[in-house]
C-alpha cells in the first residue's frame, strides 16, 4: 500500500552544528576539562539503544561520562512508562536530585523516554520539579543537540513532546555500552493497541528501517567484534510493512545470518499473530541465529486474549509452538504473561498455568496488571482485589520455577557452548550464556570475557546452570 511507505530521513545537518557549539560551550565553561554527562536508563532494550543514540550525541559535542551523579555537568533519565510501578522509580529518582542541584547549581537535569511523551507526566514534570530544564520524549531524539544547545545558553525550561511519530531518522552517531553484546533497532513504534499497552501512544507508529541500512549495520558490528546482536522491535514479524520494497522479517535475518563470522544473532520481540512458519524455518536453517523464540502469550484464556486485542487464541499459538518444537533443535522457548487483566477469574488464570505446563518455557517475564491512562484496559472493570492477584501471581512463579528447574536438571551432563558475559563481583566466578538464553556460572580467567567457549553442564540450581570449561 503506497500510501504507507516512510521513508529515512538523515539526521538534519543542523545538528551538526549544534553538537559544535555545545562542545564550545561547555569548553568554555569547563576551561579544557571534559564536561561529565550521568546517564540512567530505565525499561526495555528499546530505550537502551536510543541512550546509546543519545551518548553518541553527547560524545560528539564534547562530552565525556561518569557513574557518578555527583560528578556529573548533565543529569538524563531515560523513562519507561510500560507500568505504574516503571513510572514511580523514576519520579521517586527524579525527587532525590533536589539535593543535588541544590549543591551543584550549575547541573542540568533532563528527562526523555516514553514517560515524557504522556501529556499528563510532562505536566507533572512541569509543575512539581522545577529544578528538571530539559524534557524531551520519544519522538524527538533527531533534534537533541538543538535541545540541549537551548536549554544551555537559555538558563530556561525547554519542554518538548514531539510529533514526529511517523517518521524515522538514519545517520545518528551510536555509541554503544557494550563492546561484544549489542543492540540493532530494525524498526520503531508499534501499531498493535493491545488494550492494556501504553507503548503505541508513546513510541507513535510502526516504521521500519531499510533492509540495506541494516544489513550494513550488522555487518559493521561483526567485523568490530561483536558476538552477540539482537534486532530489536516492538512487534519484529511485521518488518518491512513501510518499506518501498516490502521484505519479510525472515528474509532480513536470513541475509544478516549470511554475514561471515563467529555471532550469534537474536531478535526481539515476536507477535504471535504475525509468526510464521518461514521464519521458523529460517531459524532452523541458520548459521548464527540463536535456537531462541521469545514469543509473548500473555494470557492462556482465549476470552482475555480477546480482550486484550491479540489476535490469536490458544490454539493458534500452541499450533506455532509445536511447529517451532518440531523443527527447531535445541529450541528454548521464553514468554511474558500478564497477570490479573481486568475481568481475568481464577478459571482463566488455571489456563495461563495450564500452557505453561504444557510447553515448558525457559524462563519467563510475569507481570501484574497495571492501569495505564488512557488505554481501553484502563477503563474496564477490575472487581479482583490486589492481593488476590499477588496469591495469583506467586502461583505462576511456582510452577514455573518447577518447570525451569525441571529443564535445567536435564541439561547436566551436556555441553553447551555459552558466550563469556563477564564476572560475577560476589564470588569471582564467570557469568555466561547459551544460545538458549540459559545462564550458566563457572571458574575460569576473566580474559574470557567477551568469547565462545563450550562448557560441560555439571549442576543445575533452579533456572542457573554451573559448569566446567573444557
Ligand atoms: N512488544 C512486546 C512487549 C512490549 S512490553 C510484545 O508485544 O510482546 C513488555 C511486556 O510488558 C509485555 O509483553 C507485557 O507482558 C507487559 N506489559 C505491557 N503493558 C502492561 C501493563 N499495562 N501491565 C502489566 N504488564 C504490561
Ligand atoms: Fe504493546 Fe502489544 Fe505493541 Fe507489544 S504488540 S508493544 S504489547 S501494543
Ligand atoms: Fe518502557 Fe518504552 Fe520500552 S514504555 S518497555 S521503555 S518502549
Redesign the pocket.
Known sequence: MPGNIIKPEPLPGKQQEYMKLIAEIMEIRKRGEAPLAYIRTYG?QQNVADSEKIKGMLALSGFGFTDNPDDADFILFNTCA??EHAEDRVFGNVGALKNLKRRHPQILIALCGCMMEQKHVADRIYNSFPFVGLVFGTHSLHHFPELLYTSLVNGGRVFERGNDDKKIYEGFPVRRDGSFKGWLPIMYG?N?F?T????PYVRGRERSREKDVIVAEARQMISDGFKDITLLG??VNSYGKTLQTPVSFAELIEEIDGIDGDYWLRFM???PKDCSKELIDTIARGRHISKHLHL?F?SGSDRILKAMNRHYDRKRYLDIISYAKENIEGLSLTS???VGFPGETYEDFKQTLSLIREVEFTSL?T??????KG?P?EKLDDPIPAEEKSKWFQELLDVQEEIAAKRCSAMVGQTERVLIEGVKPKTGELNARTSGNIIVELDGSPELTGTFQNVKITKARNWILKGELI
Open positions: 526495555c510500560v507500568r508499534c498493535n493491545c492494556y499497552c501504553i507503548v516492538q512487534n520481540t515476536s507477535h509473548p500473555q511474558d504473561i500478564i517475564f507481570f501484574i496488571f497495571s492501569p495505564r488505554t484496559a
